[in-house]
């Protein structure tokens, strides 16, 4: 059941960043104009541009309070594996492999432990919490 928050989650979150994406790609493709679509290196800045606005966006709810919008949404945390919150270092760490492995890491959830591969190597971890 947790995986399914976890996935769910990770959707809602998703749909956030593809409302952020949009709007920050405005001023850039308003900038390159038509040469955005014919310069390789420019689409190469563009998507350099999207995963750092993606890095500001994660690692700040990692690190603020341990959860994203879709992970408070479904009441769950993300911490390091002895239950502190997480730091800048395992936020990077996280993020670097989410990056790395994506869609692989997804492929722990459907195992036994419920825990991303991300997760794992990052030595974090998503927990359920309770609001009192």
Request: no cysteine.
């Amino acid at each position: 059941m947790r995986g399914f928050k976890i996935l769910f989650a990770n959707f809602y979150d998703l749909i956030l960043l593809l409302a952020i994406w949009f709007v920050v790609a405005i001023p850039f493709v308003l900038w390159q104009g038509q040469s955005f679509e014919e310069s390789p290196a420019v689409i190469f800045a563009f998507q350099v541009y999207i995963v750092g606005i993606t890095y500001v966006y994660l690692t700040y709810f990692w690190i603020q309070s341990g959860q994203t919008p879709g992970l408070r949404t479904w009441k769950l945390q993300i911490v390091n594996n002895d239950n502190t919150p997480i730091n800048r270092y395992n936020a990077n760490l996280r993020f670097i492999f989410t990056v790395l492995f994506f869609p692989v890491g997804w492929i722990g959830l459907f195992l036994p432990k419920q825990q991303l591969l991300q997760d794992r190597l990052a030595k974090t971890k998503i927990i359920p919490i309770e609001y009192s």
